[in-house]
T-cell receptor, first 114, second 111 residues
């Protein structure tokens, strides 16, 4: 079974630009969550999508948005990039139903904002 | 912030020794999980313990949970160089797949 796939793995942007990151979950998983990881703040929850609906949202500004498609693939977008948005963005998938279980993480997309 | 804290922040041991790391959290939880992260990579799930459980084992891993103290510990026995990684605890409060991760313990196992 293929794991969680995130693209791109690395990218460099400049302040003010926008970026779109993609995540393909494990087949059969309907929940996709996004996390931001930085040395200073650690792992911070961004949002979770389940069956194309945002089910949970973390405490991030509106510049951070996401969506989920009917095949469960998800994208997140960050507009008007700031230097502080430099981070490893991790996507995690899970079945999303029933008892809360483990998250399966992708390798992450490392974003550098110059 | 609901983020937990882990202690110690860094731990260095010899191969074959045991490693213990602790996690404290702030609110009532449904479950607590431990994850491992190799440098710059994604997280890998290690073990899940439910709020009504006190101890759980998986291979060389032993996890305890004390909900009255809002704390958990992860013990790795007979450590190996391949155990070198960062370890995170993660809690959920039963509001869906929203997890709060601890600050992590960086473990170095010296061959």
């Amino acid at each position: 079974k293929a794991g969680v796939t995130q693209t791109p793995r690395y990218l460099i942007k400049t302040r003010g630009q926008q970026v779109t990151l993609s995540c393909s979950p494990i087949s059969g998983h309907r929940s996709v969550s996004w996390y931001q990881q930085t040395p200073g703040q650690g792992l911070q929850f961004l949002f979770e999508y389940f069956s194309e609906t945002q089910r949970n949202k973390g405490n991030f500004p509106g510049r951070f948005s996401g969506r989920q498609f009917s095949n469960s693939r998800s994208e997140m977008n960050v507009s008007t990039l700031e230097l502080g948005d430099s981070a490893l963005y991790l996507c995690a998938s899970s079945l999303g139903t029933g008892t809360i279980g483990e998250l399966f993480f992708g390798e992450g997309s490392r974003l550098t904002v110059l | 912030s609901q983020q937990g804290e882990e202690d110690p922040q860094a731990l260095s041991i010899q191969e074959g020794e045991n490693a213990t790391m602790n996690c404290s959290y702030k609110t009532s939880i449904n479950n607590l999980q431990w994850y491992r992260q190799n440098s710059g990579r994604g997280l890998v799930h290690l073990i899940l313990i439910r709020s009504n459980e006190r101890e759980k084992h998986s291979g060389r891993l032993r996890v305890t949970l004390d909900t009255s103290k809002k704390s958990s510990s992860l013990l790795i026995t007979a450590s190996r160089a391949a155990d070198t990684a960062s370890y995170f605890c993660a809690t959920d409060e039963g509001t869906g797949n929203q997890f709060y991760f601890g600050t992590g313990t960086s473990l170095t196992v010296i061959p």
